[in-house]
């Protein structure tokens, strides 16, 4: 492929981010009581004054990767964003243990302005983003209410045993989250993928005594993923029980490519910074070729939401939608596969999965992207945000893809 044509998708991208930071920018930001409004519609109105806060942490997160990052971005009104979501994610993080070791307590899934926090059904994204929101910012900012670098991987670790039991060693390695003692729980492809990013966020940077401290938690990651390979290795399973076997009925045989393709990407950042030759090849092979092949609609184009992996109809009623954040994990899956291995056919799925990702979800009218479409690609869900929808895959995608492509480019230019 051209160099042109790279740059061609670096310009788009780029121009796609700057709009997506201006949209949230614009119309997200709760100026009286802080934190982002989540509920916005396709124009940028605030539908409903819901804040879903596991989103709060991911809107502080990217902000705070965004400004320490990348120059265009190291702008105040950035910084001062993320400085007043944090102090909203400070109020209603989960609570350290009291002395009694009874856990943690838990904040509401949504907050209206003012109201005290409650309940929420998604613990662990919770904990995870409301622990990497700070860790983030306490790289770039010495206000209290960003927290020191000194608590935040105390923090962590105490946030982290709890989630996972406090079994085997300090960080509680070791069984499913959440899980009470003789119940069973089927392992979700999305809590090692969550867990990765965590332990990402506490070694980036930090050197490599705080890269080899966590190298245990960072192979539990990789080896609770690879459990999802099942069928001899031709399915990527959703849901395994927590010994690594496949499930009975239409749980066990869910499958979800947006998952896998996340996984497929965590896994080959592990293989880079560990200089692991098969575990890349397992994640190209498995966790990106593999959902793509089974989860691209040959007929219009676009991954379906869930899937059968013995050709049943699945019970999830949206499972033949298109939603935004499958193709956003696809864009960063094969582009670093590209990135790493430089095989043109993983640029060529790249380019496919371009095409339809930015024919279809970018609003060019209003800014941002739409999350929801129909099987043949039409607008079903208009609004912006919602309860799943935030400031957080769109920018994350384009973020990485454009700083992949900063480096493909400058390679080229460096080899010529």
Same mark, same amino acid.
């Given at each position: 492929?051209?160099?042109?044509?790279?740059?061609?998708?670096?310009?788009?991208?780029?121009?796609?981010?700057?709009?997506?930071?201006?949209?949230?920018?614009?119309?997200?930001?709760?100026?009286?009581?802080?934190?982002?409004?989540?509920?916005?519609?396709?124009?940028?109105?605030?539908?409903?004054?819901?804040?879903?806060?596991?989103?709060?942490?991911?809107?502080?997160?990217?902000?705070?990767?965004?400004?320490?990052?990348?120059?265009?971005?190291?702008?105040?009104?950035?910084?001062?964003?993320?400085?007043?979501?944090?102090?909203?994610?400070?109020?209603?993080?989960?609570?350290?243990?009291?002395?009694?070791?009874?856990?943690?307590?838990?904040?509401?899934?949504?907050?209206?302005?003012?109201?005290?926090?409650?309940?929420?059904?998604?613990?662990?994204?919770?904990?995870?983003?409301?622990?990497?929101?700070?860790?983030?910012?306490?790289?770039?900012?010495?206000?209290?209410?960003?927290?020191?670098?000194?608590?935040?991987?105390?923090?962590?670790?105490?946030?982290?045993?709890?989630?996972?039991? !406090? #079994?085997?060693?300090?960080? =509680?390695?070791?069984?499913?989250? +959440?899980?009470?003692?003789?119940? $069973? /729980?089927?392992? &979700?492809?999305?809590?090692?993928?969550?867990?990765?990013?965590?332990?990402?966020?506490?070694?980036?940077?930090?050197?490599?005594?705080?890269?080899?401290?966590?190298?245990?938690?960072?192979?539990?990651?990789?080896?609770?993923?690879?459990?999802?390979?099942?069928?001899?290795?031709?399915?990527?399973?959703?849901?395994?029980?927590?010994?690594?076997?496949?499930?009975?009925?239409?749980? !066990? #045989?869910?499958?979800?490519? =947006?998952?896998?393709?996340?996984? +497929?990407?965590?896994?080959?950042? $592990? /293989?880079?910074? &560990?200089?692991?030759?098969?575990?890349?090849?397992?994640?190209?092979?498995?966790?990106?070729?593999?959902?793509?092949?089974?989860?691209?609609?040959?007929?219009?184009?676009?991954?379906?939401?869930?899937?059968?992996?013995?050709?049943?109809?699945?019970?999830?009623?949206?499972?033949?939608?298109?939603?935004?954040?499958?193709?956003?994990?696809?864009?960063?899956?094969?582009?670093?596969?590209?990135?790493?291995?430089?095989?043109?056919?993983?640029?060529?799925?790249?380019?496919?999965?371009?095409?339809?990702?930015?024919?279809?979800?970018?609003?060019?009218?209003?800014?941002?992207?739409?999350?929801?479409?129909?099987?043949?690609?039409?607008?079903?869900?208009?609004?912006?945000?919602?309860?799943?929808?935030?400031?957080?895959?769109?920018?994350?995608?384009?973020?990485?893809?454009?700083?992949?492509?900063?480096?493909?480019?400058?390679?080229?230019?460096?080899?010529?």
């Amino acid at each position: 492929m051209s160099v042109v044509k790279l740059e061609e998708y670096r310009e788009r991208i780029r121009k796609e981010l700057d709009n997506a930071v201006d949209f949230w920018l614009k119309y997200s930001h709760d100026t009286i009581h802080g934190g982002f409004f989540t509920c916005i519609g396709r124009d940028g109105t605030v539908y409903d004054e819901l804040k879903y806060v596991w989103l709060q942490g991911r809107q502080v997160w990217m902000y705070c990767r965004l400004y320490r990052t990348m120059d265009r971005f190291r702008k105040p009104e950035i910084l001062e964003a993320a400085k007043a979501g944090v102090c909203v994610s400070v109020e209603i993080r989960p609570r350290l243990p009291a002395a009694s070791g009874k856990g943690l307590s838990s904040p509401p899934p949504t907050r209206k302005r003012g109201e005290n926090p409650g309940k929420t059904p998604k613990e662990t994204l919770f904990r995870v983003f409301h622990i990497l929101a700070p860790g983030d910012l306490s790289r770039e900012a010495t206000d209290p209410r960003s927290h020191s670098v000194v608590f935040f991987p105390l923090w962590a670790e105490t946030v982290w045993s709890r989630i996972y039991g !406090g #079994r085997g060693t300090r960080l =509680g390695l070791g069984g499913p989250p +959440g899980v009470p003692r003789g119940k $069973v /729980s089927p392992q &979700q492809l999305r809590s090692p993928d969550a867990s990765r990013g965590l332990v990402q966020q506490l070694t980036d940077g930090r050197g490599q005594e705080v890269v080899h401290r966590y190298r245990e938690l960072a192979s539990w990651c990789v080896r609770q993923i690879l459990q999802h390979v099942q069928r001899d290795g031709t399915a990527i399973l959703e849901n395994v029980s927590p010994e690594g076997a496949e499930l009975p009925g239409c749980q !066990g #045989r869910l499958q979800n490519p =947006g998952h896998a393709l996340e996984a +497929g990407w965590f896994l080959l950042q $592990v /293989s880079a910074e &560990q200089g692991d030759a098969e575990l890349q090849q397992t994640a190209i092979n498995k966790f990106v070729e593999l959902p793509y092949q089974k989860g691209w609609d040959k007929e219009h184009g676009g991954l379906f939401y869930f899937l059968d992996v013995d050709g049943h109809c699945p019970t999830q009623l949206e499972w033949s939608m298109k939603l935004w954040w499958p193709h956003c994990e696809a864009l960063i899956a094969f582009l670093m596969a590209y990135s790493q291995t430089q095989k043109p056919q993983l640029l060529e799925t790249f380019s496919q999965v371009y095409e339809y990702t930015f024919n279809h979800f970018p609003d060019t009218k209003n800014g941002e992207w739409f999350g929801y479409l129909t099987q043949e690609g039409r607008v079903t869900l208009d609004f912006k945000g919602g309860p799943f929808k935030g400031f957080f895959h769109v920018p994350r995608c384009l973020y990485m893809c454009e700083r992949m492509l900063d480096d493909l480019l400058a390679n080229t230019k460096d080899s010529a």
